[in-house]
Structures are given as C-alpha cells and as structure tokens.
C-alpha cells in the first residue's frame, strides 16, 4: 500500500476506486464499502484508494483533539489488511476547511485523487460547512467522469440501527466491548510498545504484567477489567487487562492497559504488542490493601481462564 500524507503535493496517475471519510475503527459499515471497492477492482483493474484528513475536521474546528477508536498508525494498519493500494491522509488547514465542495470534487477527488470510480454512503459528507453529498456527487459524475456508488449502509439487526463509529464509542464508554466488537466486526484493539510500570506486578503481587501507554487521542474503553486476546511475536495468548490509571498504586498514573498475559513468562519490555479486549469482568476499583488487589487478579484470571474455556474459539 502506498501511504501519502501531511502533503497536498500529490497527483495520483492512474485511475483509481475513491472512498473518503474518517474510519475510525473499520467497522462493519466500512468494511461494506471495501468490499464494493474491492469487487469493482477485480472487475476493472482500476487501483484502490482511500481519502482521509490527518486530523478529523470536527476536532480541527473545535482547537482540541477528537479521541479515535483506531490512531492514524492502527487505521494504516488495517488498510493494510484490506490490500488497500492508496491511502491519502491529506492536511486539513483553514484553505481545506473553506473548499466549495464542488471544488473538493473536481481539484481533489477527481483531480489529485484520479477518481474513475466513486464509493460512498448516504450520509456523506465533505467540502465547507460539510455542503456536499452525495447527490452532488451525483449530478458531478458526468462532468468530471467517474461512476458513483451509493452504498446502504449497515445495520445492527438486533438495534435496528446503523452501525457506525458513534455507536461504537457509545458502547465503548459504557465497558460492553463484545457489542463493541460486534460493530467492529473484530475485537477492539490498543497496539504499542510494552514499557516499564512501577514493577509491582511481579514483584510484588506474582503476577507480572505488560503496560502499554496509549496515545492521549486513543479512545479507551469504561476504566475497568477485561478478559483479553494478546499476541506477542505472532502467537496469541489469554489475558487479563486492566484499562485505567491504577488507582490502588500511589501516584499519577496516565491512562493506560495493564495485561497480564497467562501462559506468558519471559521479558518482552520493548516488544511491541496488539491488546485485544474481549469481555468485560469489572469496574476499576481503589483496593485497601495490595494483598486484596492480588486476590482480585486472581480471581480475575479465573475469570478469564473460564471465558476461553467456554469460547474455545476465541
């Protein structure tokens, strides 16, 4: 996949199967639209690609940071997965923010973009004041050459409502990440490099853990507990991680994920690791002593051991 970003001094040449917007977790819904692209490629050889703001507009607008579900390297990543071949994560300025949309369509989608194909869904959106659609896209078709593709968009059955990167983090904030996961179409997941914590785990409680540092951007979960999937070095291990700021251990801890890995028993500090959460187990507690938090992880690998053993597939 080729990776453009931070630039608007591109020019793509050859045509390609634009989508734009955010994907912000690649969830079921985009996944629909990849899909579509990916089919229209075999039938046309035309090249993949995807639109995307280095920084979403919404947080642009705001001066503050918008958390994501998937940072700008974990939505590479998953691109990459996808056999994306373009991905376009173009700066988003005062000059963007007041572009007409017909002017986005013609300079940048079908112009920089090359755009013989387009993909998109209902609702989207782009240009100042976010104007355009997709029935201004429409009616831009013949004039700028490309063939539009509307795409429904996906729905949770159970709900009845569209899936999308709200809802997840709706679901998210309240901890209740299998549903989280059922959006996704996979299990959420905070990838980084393990780092040093305050050493406690091992030392102290027999239990050594992993710590990960998320980006402040990073979109966690409910603080609390979760039974999770880890894979260290291309094999998976059960887990339990605790999401938050470890409120029995004195000092200003950041947010982060604290995993304990079962069946895991060597130094991987430094390693860099993918975190897969799975289950909620319980909220983010403040223990009276250490010894109580140690009967607690034990209780709470019991809890996972249990999990795997009844999700044999997971």
């Given at each position: 996949?080729?990776?453009?970003a931070d630039t608007t001094k ?75 071949d373009y991905l376009v994560e ?127 951007i990073k979109r966690l979960p ?93």
């Amino acid at each position: 996949m080729k990776y453009i970003a931070d630039t608007t001094k591109f020019q793509l040449t050859e045509p390609t199967i634009v989508t734009l917007g955010k994907f912000d977790g690649r969830h079921r819904g985009h996944q629909k639209l990849l899909r579509t692209m990916k089919a229209l490629k075999e039938k046309t050889g035309w090249s993949t690609a995807i639109f995307t703001f280095s920084i979403a507009p919404a947080a642009w607008m705001k001066g503050e940071p918008e958390t994501v579900i998937t940072t700008s390297m974990e939505r590479r990543r998953n691109m990459e997965k996808m056999d994306i071949d373009y991905l376009v994560e173009y700066p988003f300025d005062d000059q963007v923010r007041h572009m007409e949309p017909e002017e986005f369509v013609k300079d940048i989608l079908a112009g920089r973009m090359k755009a013989a194909a387009i993909v998109v869904g209902p609702d989207c959106s782009f240009g100042y004041k976010g104007a355009g659609n997709a029935e201004l896209l429409r009616k831009l078709a013949g004039v700028c050459g490309y063939s539009l593709y509307v795409i429904k968009k996906e729905q949770d059955e159970d709900r009845h409502r569209d899936i999308s990167s709200t809802y997840i983090r709706e679901e998210l904030d309240k901890g209740n990440v299998a549903k989280a996961n059922e959006l996704l179409g996979e299990p959420y997941a905070i990838h980084g490099q393990v780092v040093h914590g305050n050493h406690i785990g091992g030392a102290v409680l027999g239990f050594p853990t992993a710590n990960l540092i998320p980006p402040p951007i990073k979109r966690l979960p409910r603080y609390g507990v979760y039974v999770s999937r880890v894979l260290v070095d291309g094999r998976y291990y059960g887990g339990v991680t605790n999401i938050g700021k470890k409120p029995t251990v004195e000092g200003d801890n950041p947010p982060g994920a604290e995993t304990f890995i079962i069946g895991l028993d060597r130094d991987i500090y430094g390693s860099t690791i993918e975190v897969q959460l799975l289950d909620f187990i319980r909220g983010e507690k403040k223990f009276d002593s250490l010894e109580e938090l140690k009967q607690q992880i034990s209780h709470d690998k019991e809890t996972a051991v249990r999990f795997f053993r009844e999700h044999p597939g997971e």
